[in-house]
């Protein structure tokens, strides 16, 4: 009887060996296909060569070492060779075959009860683990005393008490949403009634008995002490100041009228005309002058008066030439007429700008006024159910659940 090898592969490479090429190499070395090449590295032990002498086991673990796989050599026992007496027996079993099948086999169960042996310990303390962290944060939230009785939560008091601050402040922002509502459709409606209502207008007192009371009063004013026992002397400079000031602006409204005087009379000359002293009117025109003037600012009228004239003055050597008739050789007078009123219609037309876009700007307010309201009242709203959603979230986020 001869000695039988067998070679074992439990899926092992050699370093810097490609496993791809080294299951290549073996498909094409044993003669299996693709497909179940993957079996034989999937850790198990498999004998990829059995009943070999030791000269073929030699050679063949020769070639799997050559194409980088690691293969164990085992066997070495007696094989019975068949003879002319044993030809009846042929077809019987092997019994050492099969002792060595089942001691393979069992190895190979042992091998794997122990690896999964070893992963359900693994698994058992991870559990245990798990068990006992969820144990102890139980006992963090519940109290459980000796006669099994389970007493009210510390954590689920302060949870009520949580809510009832919640609804407290809810309540509040409602109230305040309510308050604005209210404050701005009240102040909208004053508005409106405002608006409704027809324009204060205050009524002059024309008659000479009033003027000659506003004059009486005008001039006691002027020595007049003040109630806060004020010097007599301060009452003197406060009346010498007004009257100063009252002087100067004679003074400049003096020299505007003359400045004006002399472009008409420059005018009036070169055309044969009378000037403005013997026209008799030279009173009545300065005070028209005044009283235009005092609608405007920084003395507006007078310089565009100003202006007019001396246009006219230097426009009246061309004019001499025309005949008596032509319309535009015009009297002095007639020109000043004109250029008055005109004055006075770009006055009357800038004020009742003014009160349209007034009217405009109220109108604008009253119109927007609900859409106001709306806006506050939906902004309102907007805040308090943002609180009432923030602390809810963070009550949620913060809750211990039993």
Known sequence: MDASYKLIFKGNIQPNTNIEDAKKSLCELIGISPKSIDKLFSGKAFAIAKNLTKQEADDKLAKLQAIGLIVHLKGGEQAQQPNSQQSSNVNKVDLEALSSTVKQSITSASEVCKSATSTFMSKASEVAADLK????????????????????????IWQRRYFKIVAYISFFWATISIIAAILI???????????????????QETSYSYLAEELE???????????????????????????????????????????FEVNIN?????????????????SQLKSMFTQLDNEVENNAFWKDLIRFTEDLADDASSLEELKKEDARKIEWMTALKWFTQRYAKNLEAQEQAAQQQDKK????????GPQL??????????????????????????????
């Open 185 to 203: 459709a009240t102040g909208t409606g004053v508005k409106v009634m405002d608006a409704l209502g027809g324009p204060d207008v205050e009524a």
């Open 133 to 156: 962290e969820q144990k102890e944060s139980q006992a963090n939230t519940v109290v459980i005393e000796s006669n099994q009785t389970v007493k009210p939560k510390k954590s689920t």
């Open 373 to 402: 309201i709306a806006i506050g009242v939906a902004f309102g709203l907007f805040m308090n159910f943002t609180m009432i959603l923030a602390l809810l979230r963070i009550e949620r986020n913060t809750r211990v659940e039993v």
């Open 217 to 259: 009063k005008e001039e006691e004013q002027k020595y007049a002490v003040n109630d806060d026992n004020a010097s007599y002397e301060k009452a003197v400079k406060e009346s010498n100041e007004e009257q100063k000031a009252r002087e100067e602006r004679a003074k400049l409204i003096d020299d505007y009228f003359k400045q």
């Open 361 to 368: 700007i109220a109108k604008t307010l009253d119109s927007i």
């Open 266 to 282: 420059a005018y009036a000359k070169e055309l044969g005309q009378e000037s403005v002293s013997s026209s008799g009117k030279r």
